[in-house]
């Protein structure tokens, strides 16, 4: 009987799977996570050996576990044809089929997001002789394909002419019925706008994707792709890189170790080190570690941890529990920032009880930040992607993008109030933490920031 399962990791919109044949008791998985316990777990309940761990492509947005799960399970690790890979792997080619007992995976060669890239098609021998789904990666998702882009050095529009045939000359012949399983959501950076939905069919993409629209030649296909791409996050080529490689294995995930507030304090006067407030935007706001930057533990936590920090740097954590230090490292490990030196015990409790310094941020509503946007004292500031702000802004408003603030300061005036604004208030937590570790003294975030301000139905100024 066929076994399918499939894993939803939040934050990553990361999707991975597990397959396999219950009498034959074999499995394959698809895609693992860093953090492999839960694929271990699961194959243990259903009393499955794990024979084969697929990688669909080099991925970028997450470290892979497919080394350190095979090394624990015996099974073989499968990859595309790819001269990048520097671990051992099986590489297969177009055609070649994965047997499970009654289920099998045939490899279909599907480039367009990276060159190897594979897709998988699903056989189940009490369903047919037909493929009955497709397992895409990250080459169509609900709504959205993968991004030709991530690999640069000029290689998009081959890379997206690829991908147009393998939509179109492979893809969408299996027919309407088909159902397709992405391995990434809504949320991830894989794409431009990737759906809600984590499972789809050929029929519903080819009716409602609109990439898949745009069908009249391969040139529009390729320029309507490309156009308005968002800019890659900055750690996907750094784990490009890491994913080749063979990756350190860790036997468990442990808590870093909890620090005393003078502890703490002394490491974090190192110049080098990473302090990282997880606590939400309004805490920070009240009172935060002077030089720490806020990236809120939310959903986007780990999207904006690849953006702002670095792997050749340590961190140090402040969080409300150990329970969200936890979460925080584990979301941190699963894209390769692994040197966390400790946490903050007790959070900014204990900060504040021992005397020790606080810094903190102003925060300003929408109708503040209105009513004083003009003063000759205030610039506003916008740090938004440019295609959010191409959509309007506050009248008046800067705009630098939060990801690259911390390279153009000399565009702001250090002695004037900086009011930060973004879509939530979360970005312009952190453009506003970093410009208090720079030395702007008179920093505000506005909490709500656009959405607050179109609620409000405040003016906006477009260009």
């Given amino acids: 009987m066929l076994i399918f399962e499939y894993f939803f990791t939040s934050g990553l919109a990361q999707i991975s799977y597990l397959v396999g044949d219950s009498k034959a008791a074999v499995a394959a998985v698809i895609d693992p996570r860093r953090d492999i316990d839960i ?77 190897e890239h594979i897709s998988l098609q699903l056989f189940d021998t009490q369903q047919g002789s037909d493929p009955i789904a497709l397992f895409t990666g990250d080459t169509l998702f609900n709504l959205d394909v993968g991004r030709p882009d991530l690999l640069g050095e000029g290689s998009e529009r081959k890379l997206a002419s690829e991908l147009f045939h393998t939509l179109f000359d492979r893809y969408l012949p299996l027919g309407d019925r088909i159902e397709i399983y992405s391995f990434h959501g809504a949320g991830s950076a894989g794409g431009k706008s990737i759906g809600d939905r984590h499972q789809s069919t050929l029929g519903n993409e080819r009716l409602f994707n609109s990439v898949l629209q745009e069908k009249s030649s391969e040139e529009a296909f390729i320029d309507t792709l490309l156009a308005d791409m968002p800019e890659p996050p900055r750690h996907y080529a750094r784990l490009k890189k890491l994913n080749v490689g063979a990756i350190e294995q860790w036997e468990s995930l442990s808590l870093a170790p909890p620090l005393s507030p003078d502890d703490f304090q002394s490491l974090a006067g190192n110049a080098n080190m990473q302090v990282v407030d997880i606590r939400s935007i309004l805490a920070f706001g009240g009172g935060h570690v002077p030089g720490a930057i806020n990236i809120a533990l939310r959903n986007e936590f780990v999207s904006w941890a690849g953006w702002m920090l670095y792997d050749s740097r340590p961190i140090l954590l402040v969080g409300e529990s150990t329970e969200d230090v936890h979460q925080a490292i584990t979301q941190l490990y699963r894209i390769g920032l692994d040197d966390i030196r400790g946490y903050l015990h007790n959070g900014i409790t204990d900060w504040q009880n021992a005397a020790l310094p606080l810094s903190r941020l102003q925060e300003w509503t929408v109708h503040e930040l209105n009513a004083r946007r003009e003063e000759p004292d205030v610039q506003v500031l916008d740090v938004r992607s440019p295609n959010e702000v191409a959509n309007g802004r506050v009248p008046g408003a800067k705009h630098i993008y939060v990801v690259h603030l911390a390279e153009q300061l000399d565009k702001l005036d250090p002695n004037k109030t900086i009011a930060t604004y973004c879509g939530s208030g979360y970005r312009a937590s952190i453009a506003a933490s970093l410009l208090k570790r720079a030395g702007f003294s008179d920093v505000a975030n506005t909490p709500g920031s656009w959405a607050a301000w179109n609620a409000a139905g405040l003016p906006i100024e477009t260009s």
């Fill in 39 to 115: 694929y271990l777990q699961m194959a243990k309940e259903q009393g499955l050996r794990i024979a084969y761990v697929i990688e669909t492509h080099i991925h970028a947005e997450f470290v892979s576990g497919a080394q350190s799960l095979a090394n624990r399970t015996g099974a073989q690790v499968i990859g595309g044809r790819s001269d990048e890979y520097r671990f051992d792997l099986r590489h297969v080619s177009d055609g070649e089929v994965l047997e499970l007992g009654q289920v099998r995976l045939q490899i279909m060669h599907s480039p367009g997001h990276t060159p």
